[in-house]
């Protein structure tokens, strides 16, 4: 029962972000009108309310000027279903702690498809996600806030020291907005999963990176988005960072 509501859920959120999500990089207002296709911003349709099916019926076009829908019409509503039924089996002894992780891993979701579409990871997301994950720091089963807060500020001087090293290679190697991902990590995941997190996600990051420009895929002065990795680091540490650091220490 839990595994079917935890994935409701996610679907239900994973397609409310989409029906907003041009919203988060640009200046338009999120409570503003919704709109069924994002090129033509044609009147929302009450079909498209329910998720997965307006893609569907449409056949993955809008249904006035036939341009097709963005993928992530499916990859965040499937997407999310996925985390959350994750969470909660990782969560299994506790449903609240599931849904809040399955919550959260959605968002990095989300962040890794604006980078992928856009390039950026949007204040719009980062800032109030920040908020939300000091707000709820004390219900964690196994982190106390003093753990969430601590996560957060040793994320800060990460960041901060990963921003200097870059430098010398460019202002696109490390940006502003892979900064404040990463201070999201921190505030999300706490101490000591933080630096479980960011060391995948930069591992990620290198390999993948070091592949495509062996392979002749991107160059060298190509840009290659962090974000995703830096997201796959921020959910393997919200689910086993505690055990992967455990581990790393031979406990």
Not at 29 to 48: A, M
Not at 220 to 228: A, E, M, W
Request: proline share 7%; with cysteine; net charge neutral.
């Amino acid at each position: 029962m839990e595994i079917a509501i935890a994935a409701i859920a996610g679907l239900l959120l994973g397609h409310v972000t989409d029906l907003v999500f041009p919203r988060f990089y640009t200046d338009e207002p999120v409570r503003g009108p919704l709109y069924s296709c994002p090129k033509c911003k044609v009147s929302f349709r009450p079909v498209f309310a329910l998720p997965l099916i307006g893609f569907a019926l449409s056949d993955g076009r809008c249904p006035d000027c036939r341009e097709r829908l963005p993928l992530r019409s499916l990859v965040l509503p499937l997407g999310g279903a996925a985390l959350f039924v994750a969470s909660t089996l990782v969560f299994d002894d506790d449903f609240g702690p599931a849904l809040l992780a399955g919550f959260f891993a959605t968002v990095f979701l989300a962040l890794t498809l604006t980078d992928l579409e856009r390039r950026l990871l949007p204040n719009r997301i980062v800032y109030p996600s920040i908020l939300i994950a000091i707000t709820v720091s004390w219900a964690w089963p196994d982190s106390s806030v003093l753990d969430v807060l601590g996560g957060g500020l040793v994320a800060i001087a990460i960041a901060a020291a990963l921003l200097i090293f870059s430098l010398p290679f460019g202002g696109g190697a490390f940006g502003m907005g892979d900064v404040k991902m990463i201070v999201l990590i921190g505030f999300v995941v706490g101490l000591p999963s933080v630096i479980v997190g960011v060391v995948i996600g930069t591992i990620a990051a290198a390999v993948a990176s070091a592949i495509l420009i062996l392979t002749g895929i991107r160059g060298r002065k190509d840009y290659i988005p962090h974000g995703p990795f830096l997201a796959l680091g921020a959910v393997v540490a919200l689910f086993w960072g505690d055990e992967l650091w455990d581990a790393y220490r031979g406990n």
